[in-house]
């Protein structure tokens, strides 16, 4: 039996400053016209360079892969995968489900690696369609499998509580490598197994 491939992903921690943050925080609150005076506030700064830091700090993990020994060629799809990111224009928070599958070649990845993956991809400020082609992309490297599908459905806070104010809509991108991209059969039945209509 041959042995796991794996490749660690590790975030990018060593550059964050949260007492810096924690200034900064200070600083825009008071712009804002918001007094720090009250018990209630006075530790808010420091609360909200932690939160930040926290949401923008994915967990490491190993991508570990295995032997396709089966030589499985069915599609392997993980749905409702719940996400969080931030809107890199406003930094605003989007939240949503993630629907990500593969077509397996030569090797199969362990199942809960590809919620870490989307995990790994949102914890940092980014774009729904750009969030979306990196999971993809990830996966066609690492993998080298057949295809690869990535639907996300996401409700942005920038679109609900500001602007156009547009309460319970939903944005949706999907990114479709391999045979996912060039065979409409197996598109649809991608599409409808991540729950895609019309």
């Known amino acids: 039996m041959s042995a796991p491939s794996v490749a ?40 909200m360079a932690r939160a930040w830091a926290e949401m923008l700090t994915p967990r490491p993990f190993e991508m570990t892969t295995f032997p396709n020994e089966e030589a499985y060629d069915e599609l392997v799809l993980a749905r409702d995968i719940p996400f969080r990111s931030v809107c890199e224009h406003h930094l605003l928070p989007f939240t949503g489900r993630a629907c990500v599958a ?29 969030l979306t082609k990196q999971i993809a992309d990830l996966l066609q490297e690492e993998l080298q499998p057949r295809a690869v599908g990535v639907v996300m459905a996401a409700e942005h806070s920038c679109m609900t509580l500001r602007g156009v104010q547009a309460t319970g809509s939903s944005t949706v991108t999907s990114t479709l490598l391999g045979k996912l991209r060039s065979d409409p059969r197996s598109r649809a039945e991608f599409m409808s197994l991540a729950g895609v209509t019309g």
């Open 102 to 130: 593969y077509l397996p070649g030569d090797r199969i990845l362990g199942l809960s690696k590809l919620a870490r993956v989307v995990e790994h991809f949102a914890c940092r400020p980014q774009t729904q369609e750009r």
């Open 8 to 47: 660690r992903l590790v975030p990018a921690t060593d550059v964050m400053d949260v007492a810096a943050a924690e200034d900064a925080a200070a600083a825009f609150l008071v712009a804002l016209g918001i007094e720090l005076d009250s018990e209630h506030l006075r530790a808010t700064p420091g609360r």
